[in-house]
């Protein structure tokens, strides 16, 4: 199984600051047609979760721009330029290049 | 709009089983690839099964492999999880879930069963 791992697991940051969330999978994500099966996603409080970034580095639709996600291979970022107070949640990075379908263990984002 | 509804989710003793059924609208469901996960209370997110448009191909997590069966009736939008033998450990609010863009793309509100005497 592809182990990911996160951090850090809890990330208090004052709104307006940047935050940074990394993930390392055991085995490269990379595939033969250049995207990382890499995916990020956030649940907040009381939701399902919601997807923020495909493929390593493609916002999804809806997504503000203040979010990006970079990295290839084994090590991936997820950044946010400015937090924002509904920015609160929980976010995880996923792999699904093979199965079983794993995901890291989750960041808290709480606000200072 | 792109909707999923969960349901079914209840309270079952261990060894029982139960049916999860998850509908879906606004979007073309024979087309898509889709999955249930789960979350155990105050855990993170596990996959437990997935399978393709067409129902040829079906994915199991090791530890429900047996128990569980994922199915689908495109002709009624419908993804289905069959948990039989549940046991404790299956406690967790289960989603279903719309493969999209090389991942699942849109998750449904979640049903929560819980396996207890």
């Known amino acids: 199984d592809i182990v990911m791992t996160q951090s850090p697991l809890s990330l208090p940051v004052t709104p307006g600051e940047p935050a940074s969330i990394s993930c390392g999978s055991s085995?490269?994500?990379?595939?033969?047609?250049?995207?990382?099966?890499l995916h990020w996603y956030v649940q907040k409080p009381g939701q399902s979760p919601h997807l923020l970034i495909y493929l390593g580095s493609n916002r999804a639709s809806g997504v503000p721009d203040r979010f990006s996600g970079s990295g290839s291979g084994t090590d991936f970022t997820l950044k946010i330029s400015r937090v924002e107070a509904e920015d609160v949640g929980v976010y995880y990075c996923?792999?699904?290049?093979?199965?079983?379908?794993?995901f890291g263990q989750g960041t808290r984002l709480e606000i200072k | 709009e792109v909707q999923l509804v969960e349901s079914g989710g209840d309270l079952v003793q261990p060894g029982g089983s139960l049916r999860l059924s998850c509908v879906g609208s606004?979007?073309?469901?024979?087309?898509?690839?889709m999955a249930w996960f789960r979350q155990a209370p105050g855990k993170g997110l596990e996959w437990v099964a997935n399978?393709?448009?067409?129902?040829?191909?079906?994915s199991y997590l090791d530890s429900v492999k047996g128990r569980f069966t994922i199915s689908r009736d495109n002709a009624k939008n419908s993804l289905y999880l069959q948990m039989n033998s549940l046991r404790a450990e299956d406690t967790a609010i289960y989603y279903c879930a719309r493969g999209n863009l090389h991942c699942f793309d849109f998750w449904g509100q979640g049903a929560l069963i819980t396996v207890s005497s």
């Open positions: 606004g979007f073309t469901f024979s087309s898509h690839w």
């Open positions: 085995q490269s994500l990379l595939q033969s047609n250049g995207y990382n099966n």
């Open positions: 399978m393709n448009p067409d129902a040829s191909h079906k």
């Open positions: 996923m792999q699904v290049l093979q199965s079983p379908i794993t």
